[in-house]
């Protein structure tokens, strides 16, 4: 695995990927924050599933912001409460 693509598993599905502003998808509430890997030869796309095994169809991406931090979580901050667990234990592995 060469990079990950956090994405945001939200209250409601969505039909599109965007950069959110603030909260992903305006007023929905973020479920589960979790780790995929990039697709095959395209490394701003995510591939099917997450680290988990979910289908990552109607999560939406998170923008990518580079880790100014060495050793900083792969996930925002301020999402820490809802980090998939089964996602991070890959990523910290």
Known sequence: M???IV???LDK???TRTC???APGGARTVRRVHAAPTAPGTPTATGPR???GKDTFAMETACPQPSEHPGAPWYPAQYASVVCPDC???MTT
Do not use: K, Q, R, S
Request: hydrophobic share 40%.
């Open 20 to 22: 959110p502003g603030g």
């Open 13 to 15: 599905p969505v039909g």
């Open 7 to 9: 994405v945001y598993e």
């Open 88 to 90: 991070d234990a890959v």
């Open 2 to 4: 060469d990079a990950i």
């Open 50 to 52: 997450t680290l988990c």
